[in-house]
């Protein structure tokens, strides 16, 4: 990396009309003292030196518009630049509704987010950046009370700047393993110095857009830039690339880092990266080694995009023992472009699981997956109900009767993501990751929530009398791929019927590899002891009542029990009767069930006389095992995706008339329609 460092002298460019907020200033309360104050503000001054060159565009001036913030310490307002003052290095701004006797402090550009505490300015510098100078930059002063306001600016970051002409890249990450590069930090407003990192990340993005050529501004903390940070790129055709920072540089405020023309430096892959979710969308795919991979931002097993999306995270990596692998060892580059999520597998990666998530701004969970890495992939097998399974358990690394690495992982009725499972052969010692923790909390009114558990899927809520959640109870089902469904595509939650025909004398308990094993035409099914997660206190549990156990869901909508859990021990095999009543809190294995459709398509021809355009068409509800899109042609030109909408979906033509409308949905066995302005339907094709 050039080390080419240039002092900035901070340009106020313009922002962008609506990035800042004006603070309505007759809202603000009467205080004492509160009289309107004339402050003179400086940019910060040029200081010779002969590596710093002149740029163009970075000389120190005000641009008249530009907003500043302002605050007593208690309350902010904003400052605009006159235009008489355009041009200069200088300028008079006036503000009212602050304490004319306190401390001002000052921010450029203006951050409706800052405070101030202990005498520090609290600021923001973004995750997701746009790539222009104007928003690459923050100054900072201070100014006593007195009959002569004065303000210093101080520049309070550095900046990377860059130059691409490939007209083929969509997007940028910059993401390292040591030091912060965006979010809250703390600055003393006399320097510029940071004093402390708050709510702090070491990533930043940069989205393209429609301008992805020319010089690029990236707004940094006083910070290291350690050898060996990535520099991630994304093509528009879906491509991967990367440079790599060859030595260590210290990022100084106020100095710009200059690393030129970088188009020859980036190595781009060769192919776009795989789809995982070509053949549908899921909360979990399957992965067998190393590459570069994608898949749509998108809630689960459905179409619809999440939005706010500042950028792509690793939560966690396990190799499924009691050792966690080093981060970002298994993921060793996971990124956010143009509606999807990238991650970049080694080549060497040995099998495992990976939780990634798209973060907002602010660093909150927005939504997340389950990579599951298995190299050699696995095996489905017929068992005598005639259900097809996967041979393993959600999350194991194979299926080898006696190896704690067949046990997989754990998952909490209803929630699409897993927890660590035991990773210590016959004892109750928890699997260990890189990353973020699992924590355990009691459910209260604030964490019981579907909303919450999808945010923070570390989270295992614990209850030990009644379930984590009073939500809906359709959040699994074997009938259809739920929003909630953990099973990668291809695959779902298991009805009960699976079981039919597994009992304690065929299915055998096998003292010397800790488990049971049916063998069912010439094939081994194998269930190990894989314990739970205790209902009552979140914790890791090899058995009940020192009893070694291992327990499956399977869907509770499929049954009259209300236990959803299939049970074994060294003896019995149980479905899990009032012992296991409250198995929504616990936390279990998961053996999904392969997806076996007819593929044979249905439609369903409705016609309407629509006499009242005010009113919407109700659209039909189906039953049966339909794991594929289905579709509604309107007869207006619209085509909609039921997915989980159905039956509460409604549609509204835009004029009154006659239409015929088209329904096309696959393995449907019933179909519900509703009658409102029907006046003609054609089931032929049904």
């Given at each position: 990396m050039k080390d080419n460092r240039i002092l900035i002298s901070v340009l106020a460019l313009s922002l962008a009309a609506g990035a800042c907020t004006r603070v309505d200033e007759s809202l603000l309360m009467d205080k004492a003292g509160n009289n309107t104050v004339?402050?003179?503000?400086?940019?910060?001054?040029?200081?010779?030196?002969?590596?710093?060159?002149?740029?163009?565009?970075?000389?120190?001036?005000?641009?008249?518009?530009?907003?500043?913030?302002?605050?007593?310490?208690?309350?902010?307002?904003?400052?605009?630049?006159?235009?008489?003052?355009?041009?200069?290095?200088?300028?008079?701004?006036?503000?009212?509704?602050?304490?004319?006797?306190?401390?001002?402090?000052?921010?450029?550009?203006?951050?409706?987010?800052?405070?101030?505490?202990?005498?520090t300015i609290y600021a923001w510098i973004p995750t997701n950046q746009d790539g222009t100078f104007a928003r690459a930059h923050l100054a900072v002063g201070v100014s006593q009370p007195g009959?002569?306001?004065?303000?210093?600016?101080?520049?309070?970051?550095?900046?990377?700047?860059?130059?691409?002409?490939?007209?083929?890249?969509?997007?940028?990450?910059?993401?390292?393993?040591?030091?912060?590069?965006?979010?809250?930090?703390?600055?003393?407003?006399?320097?510029?110095?940071?004093?402390?990192?708050?709510?702090?990340?070491?990533?930043?993005?940069?989205?393209?857009?429609?301008?992805?050529?020319?010089?690029?501004?990236?707004?940094?903390?006083?910070?290291?830039?350690?050898?060996?940070?990535?520099?991630?790129?994304?093509?528009?055709?879906?491509?991967?690339?990367?440079?790599?920072?060859?030595?260590?540089?210290?990022?100084?405020?106020?100095?710009?880092?200059?690393?030129?023309?970088?188009?020859?430096?980036?190595?781009?892959?060769?192919?776009?990266?795989?789809?995982?979710?070509?053949?549908?969308?899921a909360n979990c795919y399957i992965v067998n080694g190393g590459g570069s991979y994608r898949f749509a931002a998108v809630e689960g097993n459905s179409k619809k995009e999440l939005e706010n999306v500042a950028y792509a995270d690793v939560v966690?990596?396990?190799?499924?023992?009691?050792?966690?692998?080093?981060?970002?060892?298994?993921?060793?580059?996971?990124?956010?472009?143009?509606?999807?999520?990238?991650?970049?597998?080694?080549?060497?990666?040995?099998?495992?699981?990976?939780?990634?998530?798209?973060?907002?701004?602010?660093?909150?969970?927005?939504?997340?997956?389950?990579?599951w890495i298995l190299k050699d992939g696995l095996t489905d097998q017929t068992w005598p109900s005639g259900a097809v399974m996967m041979d393993r358990n959600l999350g194991?690394?194979?299926?080898?009767?006696?190896?704690?690495?067949?046990?997989?992982?754990?998952?909490?009725?209803?929630?699409?993501?897993?927890?660590?499972?035991?990773?210590?052969?016959?004892?109750?010692?928890?699997?260990?990751?890189?990353?973020?923790?699992?924590?355990?909390?009691?459910?209260?009114?604030?964490?019981?929530s579907v909303e919450y558990a999808t945010t923070h899927p570390t989270h295992f809520i614990y209850k030990n009398e009644g379930d984590w959640t009073d939500d809906d109870l359709e959040l699994w089902s074997a009938s259809k791929k739920t929003k909630y469904d953990p099973c990668p595509p291809g695959y779902h939650i298991p009805f009960e019927s699976v079981f039919e025909g597994m009992t304690a004398d065929n299915v055998v308990y096998d003292e010397t590899n800790y488990g049971r094993m049916m063998t069912y035409e010439s094939?081994?099914?194998?269930?190990?002891?894989?314990?739970?997660?205790?209902?009552?206190?979140?914790?890791?549990?090899?058995?009940?009542?020192?009893?070694?156990?291992?327990?499956?869901?399977?869907?509770?909508?499929?049954?009259?029990?209300?236990?959803?859990?299939?049970?074994?021990?060294?003896?019995?095999?149980?479905?899990?009767?009032?012992?296991?009543?409250?198995?929504?809190?616990?936390?279990?294995?998961v053996r999904c069930q392969k997806i076996v459709s007819s593929g044979i398509t249905n439609t369903i021809k409705l016609k309407y006389n629509v006499e009242d355009a005010s009113y919407g068409v109700k659209a039909p509800s189906f039953t049966g095992e339909s794991y594929s899109d289905r579709f509604i042609d309107w007869g207006d030109g619209t085509t909609e995706r039921l997915d989980d909408l159905e039956p509460k979906f409604y549609h509204y033509y835009g004029a009154p008339g006659a239409y015929s409308l088209v329904l096309t949905v696959m393995d449907a066995t019933s179909i519900t329609v509703p009658i409102g302005d029907l006046t003609e339907i054609d089931v032929t094709g049904f």
């Open positions: 004339e402050i003179t503000i400086n940019c910060p001054a040029s200081q010779d030196d002969p590596t710093r060159t002149d740029i163009q565009g970075l000389n120190p001036v005000w641009k008249a518009g530009d907003e500043i913030w302002i605050s007593d310490g208690v309350d902010a307002v904003s400052a605009t630049i006159p235009k008489e003052y355009d041009g200069l290095t200088y300028a008079k701004v006036s503000v009212s509704g602050l304490r004319t006797d306190s401390t001002f402090y000052a921010l450029y550009p203006y951050q409706d987010s800052a405070y101030v505490h202990n005498e009959s002569d306001r004065h303000v210093e600016f101080k520049n309070a970051c550095a900046v990377l700047k860059f130059t691409t002409f490939r007209e083929d890249l969509a997007g940028l990450q910059i993401q390292n393993t040591t030091a912060n590069f965006s979010g809250e930090f703390r600055i003393d407003p006399a320097t510029g110095a940071k004093k402390g990192n708050g709510n702090s990340f070491r990533r930043i993005c940069l989205p393209y857009g429609s301008r992805n050529t020319g010089e690029k501004y990236v707004s940094m903390m006083e910070s290291n830039l350690p050898k060996g940070a990535k520099l991630t790129f994304i093509s528009r055709d879906g491509r991967m690339g990367y440079i790599y920072t060859s030595a260590k540089n210290s990022l100084e405020n106020g100095y710009l880092y200059d690393l030129g023309d970088i188009d020859d430096a980036i190595t781009m892959d060769a192919t776009p990266a795989t789809d995982l979710g070509e053949a549908g969308t966690w990596e396990t190799v499924n023992t009691s050792t966690a692998p080093s981060k970002f060892s298994m993921a060793s580059e996971v990124a956010y472009c143009e509606g999807y999520v990238y991650v970049r597998i080694p080549e060497n990666v040995p099998d495992g699981n990976i939780l990634v998530s798209v973060n907002d701004e602010y660093g909150n969970i927005l939504w997340s997956w389950h990579i194991a690394l194979n299926a080898t009767p006696g190896n704690v690495l067949a046990n997989g992982l754990l998952y909490q009725w209803g929630r699409k993501d897993p927890f660590m499972g035991i990773g210590k052969f016959k004892t109750s010692t928890a699997m260990t990751a890189a990353g973020t923790g699992i924590t355990n909390v009691a459910r209260n009114e604030d964490n019981g094939q081994q099914i194998w269930f190990p002891f894989a314990g739970r997660k205790q209902s009552g206190t979140g914790g890791v549990n090899l058995g009940y009542s020192s009893n070694p156990m291992f327990y499956l869901f399977y869907d509770q909508n499929s049954s009259e029990s209300a236990s959803c859990s299939w049970v074994g021990t060294s003896s019995t095999l149980v479905f899990g009767g009032n012992a296991y009543q409250k198995c929504h809190s616990s936390g279990f294995s």
